[in-house]
């Protein structure tokens, strides 16, 4: 009888060793994954367009826009486009580009503008498009700047679209 609890005490002292086992793996499994993820976020350039104005004159819309590196990784080969979107279509072309920076650096700001027929700009929703080369490889994303205007101004439709208003205030859709 006590060789039979021995065993039973035994066999419980192994079930538990596998189960903690198992746990720190599990543990060490998520710690690695953490280690993973936070290694490619450092490597992550996070780039977007801090402020934009826009501005009609002679015929023309100019967009100034501040580019700002707001990640912890330097950004390379950064460039800024406008776009207008084919109608219905998941196909844009650009409208005007420029160079932001070779290297932008983590913190750093560039103020580039470019220059849009006033034509385009009120018969066209735009878009401004950034692309830019990091640690992880080719990004880009694309914003919303401004909806069309009324034909005989080329005013954007609120101050929010212009850039003249933060985004946080921008209505829900």
């Not at 720190?24 to 280690?35: G, K, N, P, Q």
């Not at 018969?123 to 694309?142: C, K, P, R, T």
Request: net charge negative; charged share 25%.
């Amino acid at each position: 009888m006590t060789g039979d609890i021995s065993l039973a005490i035994s066999g419980i002292a192994l079930v538990v060793t596998f189960v903690g086992l198992l746990l720190e793996r599990r543990s060490r499994v998520r710690a690695d994954a953490l280690l993973r993820h936070e290694a490619v976020e450092q490597a992550r350039a996070r780039i977007l367009v801090e402020t934009h104005k826009v501005e009609v004159a002679d015929g023309f819309h100019a967009i100034t826009a501040t580019v700002l590196n707001a990640g912890p990784s330097v950004a390379r080969e950064v460039d800024l486009d406008v776009r207008e979107e084919t109608t219905g279509e998941a196909i844009s072309f650009a409208v005007a580009e420029t160079e932001v920076s070779r290297a932008l650096m983590a913190g750093d700001q560039r103020t580039v503008t470019l220059q849009i027929s006033s034509d385009v700009a009120r018969s066209q929703d735009l878009f401004m498009h950034l692309i830019w080369i990091d640690g992880n490889g080719a990004h880009d994303e694309l914003n919303v700047i401004f909806l069309k205007g009324d034909g005989a101004q080329g005013v954007p439709f609120s101050d929010w679209a212009a850039g003249l208003e933060s985004w946080s205030t921008v209505p829900p859709a």
